[in-house]
């Protein structure tokens, strides 16, 4: 959380670095799974290609969207989300998949 | 307090920090359901994947990944620009900054959705619309395609949306009614955005990449 108005005669600068890296991880990680679809690994492939995916909007989460320096209360909201989701596919898949 | 920061407040909060608060937890939430909303399309997504992993692969390997990657590059840029205009209101830096990053914002979310119509007019002209004289033989393939019309069509709406939201920032930004300094709307619409760029980075990896290998 922001300290409220303190900083109102002498503006923090921005995180520029710290941005900047985030977007260049960003990028990498873009190329890595671009990259990794074409590596001939079978079924691990796909899981591969969401687990990029996931630290990449992890990454999002963390920085651009301030979870890392989030109340508890915005933590648990976004988590909450997770969890109904979470909820929906392993409800689902244990009827879809024990019927293969 | 200060008369810029009096015209920000709105009813019933008593300073800008319990508004913001309030902004924020209320955006979260609603991002939370929209989470759900698109948890619902990618699990029909899983669910049909499973009945159908063959022509999945084969479905997915029609769809073309220069155009997939070069959008999530041109996301992931905008969610940046985004996130240095959130920090530069938060910080109280000068308009112009504020603006500045707006404005590069939309022009990235406008780019997006520019190569996206490029590559829905490819995918049209390579008869990948799951209706008639569909492409692909398998079956699974409509399936495939049914998922991708109506996911990427649904996350381009959002992304207009969000385009509206931060043109609005943008523009009225620069007049005397909305000061961008310190303003919580600032850090709502850059939240919206980001999740918009988060949905997409989930997208990628089942739309372009499956099939790709052998």
């Known amino acids: 959380m922001s300290a409220g108005p303190s900083g109102a005669e002498r503006p923090r600068p921005l995180p520029l670095l710290r941005d900047l890296s985030v977007w260049a991880a960003l990028m990498g990680l873009l190329a890595l799974s671009?990259?990794?679809?074409?590596?001939?690994?079978?079924?691990?492939?796909?899981?591969?290609?969401?687990?990029?995916?996931?630290?990449?909007?992890?990454?999002?989460?963390?920085?651009?969207m301030n979870l890392k320096r989030g109340t508890p209360l915005l933590r648990l909201t976004g988590l909450a989300g997770f969890f109904w989701i979470a909820i929906l596919f392993a409800l689902t898949l244990s009827d879809v998949l024990t019927r293969l | 307090m200060s008369a810029p920061v009096q015209s920000l407040l709105r009813e019933p909060w008593p300073d800008?920090?319990?508004?913001?608060?309030?902004?924020?937890?209320?955006?979260?939430i609603f991002l939370a359901s929209e989470l759900l909303f698109f948890g619902g399309l990618i699990l029909a997504y899983a669910v049909c994947r499973i009945g159908h992993p063959h022509a999945f692969m084969a479905a997915a390997r029609e769809t073309d990944i220069v155009y997939g990657t070069a959008n999530t590059a041109v996301l992931l840029t905008s969610s940046f620009a985004m996130a240095l205009a959130a920090?530069?209101?938060?910080?109280?830096?000068?308009?112009?900054?504020?603006?500045?990053?707006?404005?590069?914002?939309?022009a990235l979310g406008c780019a997006f959705l520019?190569?996206?119509?490029f590559e829905y007019a490819d995918d049209l002209r390579k008869g990948l619309w799951p209706a008639g004289d569909f492409a692909l033989p398998e079956p699974g393939a409509r399936l495939f395609f049914a998922l991708y019309w109506v996911m990427t069509g649904v996350h381009a709406l959002h992304l207009t949306i969000g385009i509206g939201l931060v043109g609005r920032l943008t523009i009225r930004g620069g007049g005397p009614h909305l000061r961008l300094r310190d303003n919580p709307q600032a850090e709502v619409t850059a939240l919206y955005w980001h999740l918009v760029d988060v949905i997409w980075i989930i997208l990628y990896p089942l739309i372009y990449l499956p099939g790709r290998a052998g």
């Open chain 1, 34 to 64: 671009c990259w990794a679809a074409y590596w001939p690994l079978g079924p691990i492939t796909t899981a591969i290609g969401l687990g990029i995916a996931a630290i990449k909007a992890g990454f999002v989460a963390a920085f651009f």
């Open chain 2, 16 to 28: 800008l920090a319990s508004q913001r608060e309030a902004a924020t937890f209320g955006i979260w």
């Open chain 2, 87 to 106: 920090q530069a209101s938060e910080r109280e830096a000068r308009p112009i900054v504020i603006r500045a990053c707006l404005a590069a914002t939309a």
């Open chain 2, 114 to 117: 520019a190569i996206k119509g």
